[in-house]
């Protein structure tokens, strides 16, 4: 009886993994589908050097950095990351991290696909969203026992909608004025800018090196989950390691991190591994950086 019974746990624990994968690329694809199904018709469909009248001067270094004339505009791009994640609230507990995240543009939205390793052969897996102006942040041991789900606030949506907006150097066609952003200056390295979805109006701080690039996005009060309150804190994301793309400059390193009093604690380190584009009017292109 003893043989049977530790057979059978050996057997739910060797199945439990598949059957847990399974599930969550089930609920995956219907997340992907809703994304999709929330998608704009995108215009104008490439970028003109006319678009820089009247934006502020670090603004203007930075599209004549990273784009050229003619260059189409990103409708949607699918990320593939790897990295380390912190895990603690409080201290630090790095664990290995590899994902993929897909984008789309207008209507903003994206699902960013995670699988946290937190020690050999056992998986957090994560669901960290914004999709049809609905925030989204699901992890779940295997994909079968949930560890965190939170949905349907007005704070969770606006969370991630400043997700999908400081990430957008890597889309960054986003950011013209075309596409929905209002810039205002404010001094020779950095900017402030607009986006509204919906009722969801924000406005994040873009700092830029003097070679022209994004250096950093800042909002100054995104939900923060602490011993299971949401407490506003000012979050910060940095890039930086820029290469060229698709025609593009894209930074393929980053930092994102919380703004504590006792200074910045870092949650997410990665760095991009593959990146497949599609643009406005055209067939998906998958690159790699040049």
Known sequence: ?????????????????????????????????????????I???????????????PVQRYFRAVLTEGQPIISAVTVEHTGTF????????????????RIITQRPGFDWDARIRMIPGLTVRVHDAYIAGEGILHASLFGLQSLVN????????????????????WYPTALLPSQGVRWEAVDDLSAKATLQDGGISLTMLFRFHENGLIESARAEARGRTVAGAVIPT????????????NGMRIPMEGEVAWILPEGAKAYWRGRITKLDYEFAGSCPITTSPD
């Open 234 to 245: 000012p979050w910060e994301g940095r890039f930086d390691n820029y290469t060229s793309c």
């Open 150 to 169: 939170l949905r349907g606030t007005p704070e969770m949506a606006q969370g991630e909608l400043m997700r999908f907006f400081a990430e957008a150097a």
């Open 1 to 41: 009886m003893i043989l049977v019974v530790i057979f059978m746990l050996v057997a739910i624990i060797a199945v439990a993994p598949i059957y847990g994968s399974r599930r969550w690329q089930s609920a995956t694809k219907e997340m992907h589908d809703t994304l999709q199904a929330s998608r704009l018709p």
């Open 43 to 57: 215009g104008p469909t490439a970028y003109g050097p006319d678009e820089l009248d009247g934006l502020p001067a």
């Open 86 to 101: 912190n895990m603690s609230e409080t201290g630090e507990q790095w664990k290995p991290f590899t994902s993929t995240q």
